[in-house]
């Protein structure tokens, strides 16, 4: 069973920073692009970034601009997203997902995490 755990939100004042983590297990992961969205109350489900299985690629939606890496460790089967200088509008729910290929289409991906709130507070 695929299996894909969330973990390092919270909440923050606005411009901090937090690391989120992801861990899977039940699939080979470094043969998966990984990749995360968020999800802002009343809002739809949004691309944030996605990197190779070799990490040798990554994928940025256009905001939040170059605050926000992300980066993978294969070894340790996780997949973490670097947040800095983080903005109210930053708040949302944020889900790691595993796919076959880059991509930004959330439809495209096979397994999903079950997400870990972040709250930036003004």
């Known amino acids: 069973q695929v299996q894909l755990v969330e973990s390092g939100g919270g909440l923050v004042q606005a411009g901090g920073s937090l690391r989120l983590s992801c861990t899977a297990s039940?699939?080979?992961?470094?043969?998966?692009?990984m990749g995360w969205f968020r999800q802002a109350p009343g809002k739809e489900r949004e691309f944030v970034a996605s990197?190779?299985?070799?990490?040798?690629?990554?994928s940025y939606t256009d905001s939040p601009e170059a605050r926000f890496t992300i980066s993978r460790d294969n070894a340790r089967n996780k997949v973490y997203l670097q947040m800095n200088s983080l903005k109210p509008d930053d708040t949302a729910v944020y889900y790691c997902?595993?796919?076959?290929?880059?991509?930004?289409?959330?439809?495209?991906?096979?397994?999903w995490g079950q997400g870990t709130q972040v709250s930036v507070d003004s």
């Open positions: 997902a595993a796919s076959q290929r880059l991509t930004r289409r959330s439809r495209e991906y096979d397994y």
């Open positions: 039940g699939l080979t992961f470094s043969t998966y692009a």
């Open positions: 990197v190779t299985c070799s990490a040798g690629n990554t």
